[in-house]
């Protein structure tokens, strides 16, 4: 049962402190998406990746966010400096471009807290 | 530019009255349409989808969708409710041209009450 994974599940963390989430998309998949999602702004788009290139990271916040693909395996998302306001559920999903209608595969979430 | 709204940001039913929970398309060009399912503390999960093949589209757990083009509607549907059905239900588009460009809509939270 192929599945998207995401490391850690929870996170609590002091502000000031780095925060790295890790994903590892369904194998054979080439696109990978980070989402960010929040009571009040629903879900949000932060950055998604082809074939490990960043396509599209315009929702995210450059100062302090970045997102890598170091291969085709593993995707990451770091936030240095984390803020209270960074406190969310980030969720990756990976999708395939072989007769693809845009269906995404979602992982479970990480759910960060920043104090 | 395509956009997703989702009328009702809260749906109540009672256990086995009918769902129905709206979703309004709007794009430029033959748009491919998704409903996900979201349960407490988990990530979305793909409910159904339409790719301009039949316009009534059934998918997992009983639901099922209608593209109506004339609308700009998707509407998803299941005619006797369940308790485990209380989740939150996103409506999104993508289209040929963009279809690594899931546009999501704000979702909409469905209780059921027994």
């Known amino acids: 049962d192929a599945r998207v994974t995401q490391t850690p599940r929870h996170k609590v963390t002091e502000m000031g402190q780095e925060v790295t989430m890790r994903c590892q998309p369904i194998l054979g998949h080439n696109t990978v998406f980070w989402y960010r999602q929040t009571m009040m702004q629903g879900l949000e788009l932060l950055a998604y990746f082809r074939n490990r290139a960043p396509l599209d990271d315009s929702g995210m916040p450059k100062d302090r966010f970045s997102a890598e693909m170091p291969d085709a395996t593993l995707a990451t998302l770091k936030i240095q400096p984390s803020e209270p306001r960074d406190s969310a559920v980030y969720f990756c999903a990976s999708g395939s471009q072989q007769g693809a209608y845009g269906e995404q595969y979602f992982g479970p979430g990480t759910r960060l807290t920043v104090t | 530019a395509q956009s997703v709204t989702q009328l009702g940001s809260h749906v109540s039913v009672s256990e086995g009255a009918l769902v129905l929970l709206r979703c309004n398309y709007s794009s430029s060009v033959p748009p491919y349409l998704f409903w996900y399912v979201q349960y407490p503390n988990q990530g979305l999960q793909l409910l159904l989808k339409?790719?301009?093949?039949?316009?009534l589209v059934k998918g997992i757990n009983g639901f099922e969708a209608e593209f109506k083009k004339s609308e700009t509607s998707f509407h998803l549907t299941k005619p006797s409710a369940h308790m485990s059905d209380a989740a939150e239900y996103f409506c999104a588009v993508s289209d040929k041209t963009s279809y690594d460009k899931v546009i999501f809509g704000p979702g909409t939270s469905l209780s059921v009450i027994p």
């Open positions: 339409y790719t301009s093949a039949a316009t």
